[in-house]
């Protein structure tokens, strides 16, 4: 079974400039995740996808993040400007329903640094 | 969110036990008690979880204290690919959102 894919694996970019990051989750996963995870610290989810619909999203900076899941599949994360503090480690995540007992698998996630 | 308490970090050595130890006195009667684990470089793996009884699995054993405050991760013999930070969280509510903490930094000595 394929895991979680993410790209790109390592983007630099300049403050104020803007950034894009990709996600497949697992075929048939209906619930995706995104969480920011800044050096030293635990993952933080950003937001939670359930197929298309937006479950949760109360963390996410909405005046210079935004996501989309469209068609249940794929999902684009992207900050527009970025600031230095958005240096960090972004995962996604995905699980086949939004349930306690489903556990959630993980990619290998994308280094963003702003320089 | 209900909150977790874990050491920083602990030690151990090649083929003993480890005990990952994790308190949660503020869980709810419907929170499930979660492990992961992140190796170095790579994303979070799921590990176990739980509600009420000691659960078992390929990877681990979690035990939870019959008060349900508290609860232990168990390897039953640590190898090097054992070292890696491991999370317990707490997750319940609609939508059964993962709070990580800083978690456990565990190291495996040779």
């Given at each position: 079974?394929a895991?979680?894919?993410?790209?790109?694996?390592?983007?630099?970019?300049?403050?104020?400039?803007?950034?894009?990051?990709?996600?497949?989750?697992?075929?048939?996963?209906?619930?995706?995740?995104?969480?920011?995870?800044?050096?030293?610290?635990?993952?933080?989810?950003l937001?939670?996808?359930?197929?298309?619909?937006?479950?949760?999203?109360?963390?996410?900076?909405?005046?210079?993040?935004s996501?989309?899941?469209?068609?249940?599949?794929?999902?684009?994360?992207?900050?527009?400007?970025?600031?230095l503090?958005?240096?960090?480690?972004?995962?996604?995540?995905?699980?086949?329903?939004?349930?306690?007992?489903?556990?959630?698998?993980f990619?290998?996630?994308?280094?963003?640094?702003?320089? | 969110?209900?909150?977790?308490?874990?050491?920083?970090?602990?030690?151990?050595?090649?083929?003993?036990?480890?005990?990952?130890?994790?308190?949660?006195?503020?869980i709810?009667?419907?929170?499930?008690?979660?492990?992961?684990?992140?190796?170095p470089?790579?994303?979070?793996?799921?590990?176990i979880?739980?509600?009420?009884?000691?659960?078992?699995?390929?990877?681990?054993?979690?035990?939870?204290?019959?008060?349900?405050?508290?609860?232990?991760?168990?390897?039953?013999?640590a190898?090097?690919?054992?070292?890696?930070?491991?999370?317990?969280?707490?997750?319940?509510?609609?939508?059964?959102?993962l709070?990580?903490?800083?978690?456990?930094?565990?190291?495996?000595?040779?």
């Amino acid at each position: 079974e394929a895991g979680v894919a993410q790209s790109p694996r390592y983007k630099i970019i300049e403050k104020r400039q803007s950034v894009a990051f990709w996600c497949n989750p697992i075929s048939g996963h209906a619930t995706l995740y995104w969480y920011q995870q800044i050096l030293g610290q635990g993952p933080k989810l950003l937001i939670q996808f359930q197929n298309n619909g937006v479950v949760d999203d109360s963390q996410l900076p909405k005046d210079r993040f935004s996501a989309e899941r469209l068609k249940g599949v794929d999902s684009t994360l992207k900050i527009q400007p970025a600031k230095l503090e958005d240096s960090a480690v972004y995962l996604c995540a995905s699980s086949l329903v939004v349930a306690s007992t489903y556990e959630q698998y993980f990619g290998p996630g994308t280094r963003l640094t702003v320089t | 969110d209900a909150k977790t308490t874990q050491p920083n970090s602990m030690e151990s050595n090649e083929e003993e036990p480890v005990h990952l130890p994790c308190n949660h006195s503020t869980i709810s009667g419907t929170d499930y008690i979660h492990w992961y684990r992140q190796l170095p470089s790579q994303g979070p793996e799921y590990v176990i979880h739980g509600l009420t009884s000691n659960v078992n699995n390929r990877m681990a054993s979690l035990a939870i204290a019959e008060d349900r405050k508290s609860s232990t991760l168990i390897l039953h013999r640590a190898t090097l690919r054992d070292a890696a930070v491991y999370y317990c969280i707490l997750s319940g509510g609609s939508n059964y959102k993962l709070t990580f903490g800083k978690g456990t930094l565990l190291t495996v000595n040779p």
